[in-house]
Structures are given as structure tokens and as C-alpha cells.
């Protein structure tokens, strides 16, 4: 059994865990690992690389809040500056103000693309210097099978593993600020010149659900990402980072964590969808993957 070691930036060598591949699933590619102890618990094709849409957002958190930023500061939000960015739909007015903490947790929670923008807008050498300072830090977590193109997951070139998001994840949760903001189910943003404000929601479903213990979570969708997701939950009596790529349905990877949830604790298989599971092996034909 692989442990995590002191600075919880291990990459888990371990893979086809018994009994993994029977358990159908709508995701091509997952893994479940347990947070306290590195072990592998669940994984499906976890080394496949594939674009992660808006899951890059949590690696955009992690660069900001570590870089030292003030969370409080005031920040003017600017316009996109490439045409993929002009197809994001944001009801954010340009040239208002926002915290940076507001931005942040909206980006997190209710995957607000124009939000995660600016985050870059205001880093230290702009977006192409968060972006860069994005892939150092993969580097530094041995995140191998990973590349960030981009600070909102917009772009199809945002690609990593699901192993390396589950090192991602580990990373991400000492941060109780993340944890807090990935996790907060409504916030109001009080913007300025001019004054407005306005609701979010967040994206996981499973916050509001008293069967579930959620202390980070973050969706993604892109047509050539299908439905992400990635959290840290309780699995099995233990706290685990779950990672989940490219199902068909906007709840498929949500169920896929119930599906993986009752095989590790009561050994119970549950069917998948036709349309999903249909999904699931065009994706992972295309792939070549078994």
C-alpha cells in the first residue's frame, strides 16, 4: 500500500484494484483514494488523460490562495480577452468591483467562468502568469499527466488524470478557506461602481443531501469533457478524494459516487443508464481503452 508521506503530494502507483473493473460505471475514467492513507480504494482507467473543463478551477483556487493574494482586495472585472472566453455566458456587469474572495468562491462553488478569469487578470504577470504558475505547481505535486491552458476550463487543452486530480484534491483540502468556499451552497456578491448584487448556487447537488459528508467539491462540463467531478467525502468509514470523468447525464457522476459508494461498503452493483453507459464505452472505444 502507497502513503501519502508528510506533504500530501504523493502520486499513487497503484492500479486495477480487484474487482474495480466489474463495477459498471457511467465515468470513463475514476478513482477513489483514501485522504488519511494514500490507499487506492477504487480505480478505472485513473492514468487516461482527458480534458477536465471547469475541475481546472480547483488548481486555480489553489495557485491564488497560495500565492498569498489579498482575499480581501477590490478588484474591477475586466472583459475576456480571446474568443473561446466570449462564448462564456456571466452575469457579472463589466468594469464593477468585486473581492477578490468573492470571485474566488464563486468560481469555486458556482463554477463562475468570467469570475475565474479575472482571478487571473489581477495575478501577479496576468492570466498567462497564473496559468504558468498553474502548471508549475502540477509539477510540484508530481501531477505528470496534467497541462492547464487556461484559469476557467473553457479550453479543451485543460487536461490531467484522474489520479493527478486526486493529488490535486489532497492539495487543495489543507486549505480551509477552499474547503469552505467549494463547499458553500448559497452566496450573495455585493459588486460596487456600480452597486448590484447577485445569487449563486452551487453546482453539487450532494451538499444538500444528508447522505453525504462533503468537505470539497467541483464540477466540470464540456462537450469534449462530458460531466465531471471530483470531491473529498466519507467512503467506506474514511475520508476519501473521489474523481470522476466524463459521464454522459449532468447527475451520471453524481450516481457514480453512490455506485462506488455501496461497492465499497456493502459490495452492491447498481446499473448504469443505457444512454450513459452507452456514452461511456463510444467514449472509451474512441480511447482504446479495454
Known sequence: MKKWGP???????????AGAQELPLASVSAMVVGLDTGEVLFDKHADTVLPIASITKLMTGLVVVESGADLDAWLTVADWDTQLAKNAYSRIRLTSQARRKDLLKIALMSSENRAAYNLGV????????????MNKRAATLGMQDTRFADTTGLSAENKSSARDLAALLAAAHQHPVLREYSTTRQHTVYFRKPRYKLGYGNTNPLLGSSRWEVSMTKTGYLTEAGRCLVMVTRMNG???????????????????????RRWLEQGIQSSVATAARAHEQKVRASLGLL
Not at 489581477?122 to 504558475?133: E, I, P, R, T
Open 238 to 260: 474514511q475520508p476519501v478524494a473521489a474523481v470522476f470523468l466524463n459521464s454522459f447525464g449532468k447527475r451520471s457522476p453524481l450516481g457514480d459516487a453512490g455506485r462506488v
Open 7 to 17: 506533504c500530501a503530494c504523493l502520486i499513487w502507483m497503484l492500479s486495477g484494484v
Open 122 to 133: 489581477h495575478h501577479s504577470g496576468g492570466v498567462k502568469g497564473l496559468v504558468a504558475a
